[in-house]
């Protein structure tokens, strides 16, 4: 299990993150969502012992992970910014990879080269930005660590490279018993392939739920009406959203109860769908309320 203890990180006098607490828990992916700057990397590299929190810590098996070469040994970090040695090609990164992990594998890494059409001899720096993501996934996976943290890992993989990558990150933790916690701004991805998530919004995390949970949770509704409506007509119905044109009404309620269905249906609709909100839909309702007039921008 990982377990994030109240992790509060700063930077002279700007607070990336604080407060945050939240639990990892065995055989499962985690998956970090918030805006750019919100402090998912700063989350994950003080995780992966990295950074030093001014408050908390994070533990992975009940150790401390930070200046814990230990507990490194359990983990494997895969950057937003990859970096290579100028020479370096996947077979020469493997080897240094398998000085290091106890569990490396040259089998799971030669499997995992043929699977995604790398080249192992060549230069990393040669390859393009999706294939060096590729190679790094390759090397993760060839470790065997207990614990992969992952930032942006989807980042320039193709559709089908992606596919490939999700069915790997399934297959690996029912095999090895590991922990996933990664993060991505593809929220689509994250709500097929985790079961477990964080929305980091304002340095807090405001949001912590199973993918499962966040879909019962929410409601959305679309309403036809035989007339015109507006607000009003929903003022004794507490909502997240209202969106209304015409005779139509999109409501999203962040409670979805009997009783608030009731009130629905008292307003008399000739039509009701309902919709289950996105992992993407829960994530900008839960973001700060902040409304754009888009046609004003190029007067």
């Known amino acids: 299990m990982i377990e994030f203890k109240n ?17 990892v828990e065995p055989s ?24 030093k929190p001014e408050a908390g810590e994070v533990l992975m098996d009940g150790q401390n992970t930070f200046d814990n070469n230990g507990v490194r040994k359990e983990m494997f970090y895969i ?7 100028m020479s370096a090609t996947p077979h020469s990164m493997a080897k240094f990879y398998a000085d290091y992990y106890p569990n ?41 660590p207990k614990y992969l943290l992952l930032d942006e890992t989807f980042d320039g993989l193709d559709p089908q490279k992606r596919d490939i990558t999700k069915k790997l990150f399934l297959e690996y933790i029912a ?14 991805e994250l709500s097929n392939l985790c079961d477990h998530a964080g929305l980091i ?13 966040i879909s019962q949770n929410y ?3 679309r309403l036809i009406f035989d007339r015109d409506i507006t607000s009003e007509d929903f003022s004794g119905i507490k909502y997240r959203s209202l969106d209304i044109d015409g005779k139509i009404a999109t409501i999203v309620f962040d409670n979805n109860s009997i009783e608030e269905k009731q009130k629905l249906n008292a307003l008399h609709p000739i039509a009701v769908d309902e919709y ?9 309702n839960e973001m700060e309320d902040k409304k754009y007039d888009i046609t004003k921008i190029f007067e």
């Not at 509060?8 to 993150?17: E, H, M, N, Q, R």
């Not at 950057?79 to 040695?85: G, I, T």
């Not at 720096?125 to 294939?131: A, I």
Request: proline fraction near 2%; aromatic fraction near 12%; charge should be positive.
């Open 7 to 23: 992790i509060t990180k700063k930077f002279g006098d700007f607070t990336a993150i604080e407060g945050i607490t939240f639990n």
């Open 28 to 51: 499962s992916i985690y998956g970090l969502i918030g805006y750019n700057g919100a402090g998912k990397t700063t989350l994950l590299k003080t995780a992966a012992g990295i950074y």
């Open 79 to 85: 950057p937003d910014d990859l970096y290579f040695p």
């Open 104 to 144: 490396f594998s040259w089998k799971t890494f030669d499997n995992l080269i043929e699977l995604f059409g790398l080249s192992a001899k060549k230069r990393i720096r040669g390859f393009s930005k999706g294939m060096q993501r590729q190679t790094e996934i390759v090397l993760g996976l060839a470790s065997k």
């Open 175 to 188: 095999e090895n018993d590991a922990s996933i916690v990664i993060s991505s701004h593809n929220l689509a």
């Open 201 to 213: 919004n304002g340095k807090h995390l405001a949001m912590n739920c199973s993918v499962y949970d």
């Open 219 to 221: 409601g959305k509704y």
């Open 276 to 284: 289950k909100l996105t992992l993407e839909e829960v994530f900008l």
